[in-house]
């Protein structure tokens, strides 16, 4: 998703609608947000913004139709922030949005446009995250508050959120809201705010339904429409890989050794992801970094100074951290995880390829997304070319050609003898050993390649491989959602997990929902477990699985009911648990608390009964 656009954009880049001569300081903003726009590096508005943000700071409601990818964000965040009162700790500003991973890239934003304003807090609430930390920053008084309709619901109900002092609230892709069928939420949210409040709807079409939600909602408000940016990169080699979620760190790590390129950037959805990414970059000796939307400016800037002199060579990034950025040395893109829109992808792919330079970009796509691969394909108007990750002996190959470029530099710089003379010795000590088959010994040792490896040690390698996997795809699994949207009507959707077709949250047992959303299981000969977590702590079903996931080495399919009570949860496991594994997932923390995990041997009755 596209907040603003760059300081010098890509000829092909370039929106019909824009206005060249228009910048920020045009826009009439308040200096401390100037200040962290400029300190962004952006001085060019969208046309979106530049239509959208002067009659927002005048107290007007706008209605916007634009796509995603037009820079909305900006558009209602740069005013948002302008009517928020840092000194006051109590909610002012409500962004709704239809999906968790929307509402993660919108706070993102607005977090990025509030660093140079003291006390503002931004905060995300969206389901399918640990409920306890949200309500605590509600109860600190988070200023700007970005959610998801069911769980701005839900925190509504139980008193934690209260919107009496809200004086702006934004609607983003209003049309993809009511299609999942939010119109109701939406009424109810409206409807708890004050009367005297500031809107900005945003949608990417105006039916007549989101018309209705206007005129019901919005007062006299400014109609603005502003076309598609263009999406054509010309000077991009376009690929992408088919790599299962499991092996896409293993894989990247290969690209990365094999590339040609001077240096690279490498996009991840959310800001956890990012720094996943970019520790087991390092772990694998790689010289890497990572920004996201909470690092200071100042260390952002350090960092691409760093990038740009060649300390490191890898940038790993979310798309907010990297607005702006332009590294003359990025050859290669990989988007380690595909964004969440098309015109996302075009932003990414134009950190490199620019001022009429070639560059490289590779997608991963997992065999569930090639969906949106179809459709980053029609918004870019270019077939992609699929190509195969490198394999190990790839990596190999590489490093020894480029060890053998430098033969005849080195050759030339002289100092040899000591080597030469030993290389002889060698030699005359074996003389069954040929001249070229000692080169390809050493060569084999430069790279690190031992010879064949007992069969044993394969196994305890792949396993510990897998478990490495596992354990960051839980991580990850948290914040970087799957992109598939549930269909309207079957009971359950992108925000809604664990909450009945009413809206209302389901707390019976049987409404426990898996980490994927789906409901609860039995398993034919699954052995049920006590863990000493539940709703007090405000532990979810996904807390719960990540942890046995991250600390057991347990799949989903391994998990199956799971009844959370006040004060613990029942759990079924399919598969049987040794002492190791069970010391290991009780000193795991879900909440701020041990799992401390045992099997269940029954409690009283009312015990049972009493739940939250």
């Given amino acids: 998703m596209t907040e603003l656009t760059t300081p010098s954009p890509a000829p092909e880049q370039a929106t019909s609608d824009s206005a060249p001569e228009t910048t920020f300081r045009d826009l009439g903003l308040p200096a401390t947000l100037l200040e962290a726009v400029e300190g962004l590096g952006f001085v060019t508005?969208?046309?979106i913004q530049a239509a959208a943000i002067p009659p927002l700071l005048a107290g007007r409601d706008i209605t916007g139709v634009a796509q995603?990818?037009?820079?909305?964000?900006?558009?209602?965040?740069?005013?948002?922030?302008?009517?928020v009162d840092p000194d006051l700790h109590k909610t002012q500003a409500l962004v709704l949005t239809?999906?968790?991973?929307?509402?993660?890239?919108?706070?993102?934003?607005i977090?990025?446009?509030?660093?140079a304003l003291t006390g503002v807090e931004v905060l995300a609430v969206y389901g399918g995250a640990p409920y306890l930390p949200q309500q605590r920053a509600l109860q600190r008084g988070a200023q700007v508050v970005v959610g998801t309709p069911g769980r701005v619901i839900d925190h509504l109900e139980r008193k934690n959120l209260v919107l009496d002092d809200v004086r702006f609230l934004a609607l983003d892709e209003a049309d993809e809201m009511l299609r999942m069928g939010f119109a109701e939420d939406v009424d109810t949210i409206f409807g708890a705010a004050p009367a005297e409040r500031q809107v900005a709807l945003f949608s990417a079409t105006m039916p007549a339904p989101i018309r209705r939600v206007a005129q019901q909602h919005l007062n006299d408000p400014v109609e603005i429409a502003v076309s598609r940016?263009?999406?054509?990169?010309?000077?991009?080699?376009?690929?992408?890989?088919?790599?299962p979620f499991r092996h896409k760190a293993g894989s990247l790590v290969r690209v990365l050794q094999t590339s040609d390129a001077d240096a690279a950037i490498v996009f991840c959805r959310t800001r956890g992801a990012a720094e996943d990414v970019g520790t087991a970059l390092v772990e694998r000796g790689i010289a890497a970094a990572t920004i996201s939307g909470d690092v200071a400016q100042k260390d952002r800037e350090k960092i691409v100074e760093r990038l740009r002199s060649g300390q490191i060579d890898v940038l790993v990034a979310t798309d907010v951290a990297a607005r702006g950025l332009d590294v003359d040395r990025i050859g290669l893109v990989v988007n380690f995880d595909l964004p969440g829109e098309p015109e996302a992808y075009v932003h990414r792919i134009g950190r490199t390829g620019r001022a009429g330079r070639t560059g490289e970009a590779l997608s991963f796509v997992t065999p569930h997304e090639r969906g949106r691969l179809r459709q980053i394909e029609r918004t870019t108007r270019t077939p992609l070319e699929e190509i195969s990750i490198p394999t190990p002996a790839d990596v190999s190959a590489h490093r020894v050609r480029r060890m053998l470029d430098d033969v005849a530099d080195r050759h030339e710089a002289g100092r040899l003898d000591l080597y030469v003379r030993l290389v002889r010795e060698h030699l005359a000590a074996h003389p069954d050993l040929d001249a070229v088959e000692l080169a390809g010994t050493l060569a084999a040792l430069f790279v690190g390649d031992k010879g064949p490896k007992s069969r044993e040690a394969i196994e305890a390698e792949n396993e510990a491989a897998e478990l490495a996997a596992a354990s960051r795809a839980v991580r990850q699994r948290r914040e970087v959602e799957d992109g598939a949207r549930p269909r309207r009507g079957h009971g359950h959707d992108d925000d809604r997990g664990g909450r009945r077709r009413d809206g209302r949250p389901d707390r019976r047992p049987g409404g426990a929902r898996e980490d994927d959303g789906r409901p609860a299981r039995r398993l034919a000969n699954g052995t049920r477990y006590r863990v000493a977590v539940g709703h007090t702590h405000g532990v979810e079903p996904r807390g719960i699985v990540g942890a046995l996931a991250n600390e057991g080495g347990l799949s989903g399919k391994d998990v199956g009911k799971i009844d959370i009570f006040g004060s613990f949860s029942l759990v079924e496991i399919g598969r049987p648990l040794d002492a190791a594994t069970l010391d290991r997932i009780g000193r795991a923390r879900v909440g701020g608390r041990l799992l401390?995990?045992?099997?269940?041997?029954?409690a009283p009755a009312g015990a049972r009964r009493k739940r939250d």
């Fill in 98 to 109: 239809p999906t968790r991973e929307l509402a993660l890239q919108v706070a993102e934003a």
């Fill in 229 to 243: 940016q263009a999406s054509t990169v010309t000077t991009v080699h376009q690929t992408y890989a088919i790599v």
């Fill in 111 to 115: 977090e990025s446009f509030a660093s």
């Fill in 596 to 602: 401390r995990i045992a099997v269940d041997k029954g």
């Fill in 45 to 47: 508005p969208s046309a």
């Fill in 68 to 83: 995603t990818g037009t820079g909305k964000t900006a558009a209602f965040g740069l005013p948002l922030l302008s009517r």
